[in-house]
């Protein structure tokens, strides 16, 4: 499915010139960003997903939401990193405009790094493939 295609999503993921542009209606020009991973402000956010390779993959999972703010509980994969991200992204949103985000990230755990022995997400434990030890 194309980045720009999120079912149950108003907020499009964009891709091109016309697409960040319609996205920058959805954002604030005077978007805070509280995220260690990402520059300040829309532009620091629509560069970071310039940046992002196309088999980046959000899913989804508990959406809590009270007055101007919404909570996302998802994971993110395909980053080019050796583990999953399990993410709880905060956003303040004003008149239907995205005005300020923080996150909270942390690496998915395996089942034999979890000492609760429960996934952080879904009803799985992520299997990912083993890293040769570099250090000598």
Known sequence: MPREEHPG???PIPTTS???AKAETFWSPKYIQHSAHIEPGREGLFNLIKSIPATLKYEPGLIVAEGDFVILHGRFSGMGLPVNWIAADI???ENGILVEH???IQDEATKEQSKSK???FGSSFP???K???TMR
């Open 9 to 11: 999503c108003d907020f």
């Open 18 to 20: 016309t697409t960040f």
């Open 91 to 93: 956003l303040r949103i």
């Open 102 to 104: 923080w996150d909270v």
């Open 118 to 120: 429960l996934p952080m």
């Open 127 to 129: 299997v990912y493939a």
């Open 131 to 133: 890293q040769e030890n």
